[in-house]
């Protein structure tokens, strides 16, 4: 399996509330995604990365934000959760490319009250 | 805006059938196309990546065929185990989501004794 950890796995957190999701991968990729899953609508992209710093946005990122200060760290914020927020959130990675495999970590499931 | 349709939405069949997924897309202008398992609670795990060029890619008693001009993908599971029940997702790469993976809602896949 790709060195995909997602931290923390589970989270209950209150609206209005900030909260981060970090992605952590050990395959120096140079891709990383967020994804988030509900069910009705399937994965959605969140934000990716490209590179150190160069970061863009994704189909769903209203109420998202990123960061990506070194090659094996992802970070989603969101700035004050609200409850349309709470998913699945998955991480993903891969390699050279956007259209490599993708690798995905084991998801953080995160509930907003 | 890329949409990607799989049928069934559910399958359920007894050990040892062959069996085929169907995945449709509407834009195909794409680069490749990724089929994934997804275990209930888990992450995705990659299956196959089959390339725009390509018509067919097989592991195992996998096999992913493609017709791009048509829109259409099918994932063939030979000889399948209790093992194999799982969420099949498909999502191709390119067109109008310039290089990003566009995600079906899946396939559950259950196949019993």
């Known amino acids: 399996d790709a060195g995909i950890t997602q931290s923390p796995r589970h989270k209950v957190t209150e609206t209005g509330t900030p909260v981060t999701l970090r992605c952590h991968q050990t395959?120096?990729?140079?891709?990383m995604y967020w994804y988030r899953q509900d069910p009705g609508h399937g994965l959605r992209l969140i934000h990716y990365?490209?590179?150190?710093?160069?970061?863009d946005k994704g189909e769903v990122s209203d109420g998202y934000s990123v960061s990506r200060s070194k090659t094996e760290d992802f970070l989603l914020t969101l700035e004050s959760a609200t409850s349309s927020q709470t998913s699945v959130y998955f991480c993903?990675?891969?390699?050279?490319?956007?259209?490599?495999?993708?690798?995905f970590g084991p998801g953080t499931r995160l509930t907003v009250l | 805006k890329q949409e990607v349709t799989q049928i069934p939405a559910a399958l359920s069949v007894p050990e040892g059938e062959n069996l085929v997924l169907n995945c449709s897309f509407t834009?195909?202008?794409?680069?490749?196309l990724q089929w994934f398992r997804q275990d209930p609670g888990k992450g995705l795990t990659s299956l196959l990546l089959?390339?725009?060029?390509?018509r067919e890619q097989t592991s195992g008693r996998l096999n992913a065929s493609l017709d791009k001009s048509s829109g259409r993908s099918t994932l063939y599971i030979a000889a399948s185990q209790p093992g194999d029940s799982a969420t099949y997702l498909c999502?191709?790469?390119?067109?109008?989501?310039?290089?990003?993976?566009?995600f079906g809602q899946g396939t559950i896949l259950t196949v019993h004794p």
């Open positions: 993903a990675i891969s390699d050279k490319s956007s259209t490599d495999t993708q690798y």
């Open positions: 834009d195909s202008a794409i680069y490749n």
């Open positions: 395959e120096n990729h140079r891709y």
């Open positions: 999502a191709p790469a390119g067109g109008t989501s310039y290089g990003k993976l566009t």
């Open positions: 089959i390339q725009s060029s390509q």
């Open positions: 990365s490209y590179g150190v710093k160069d970061t």
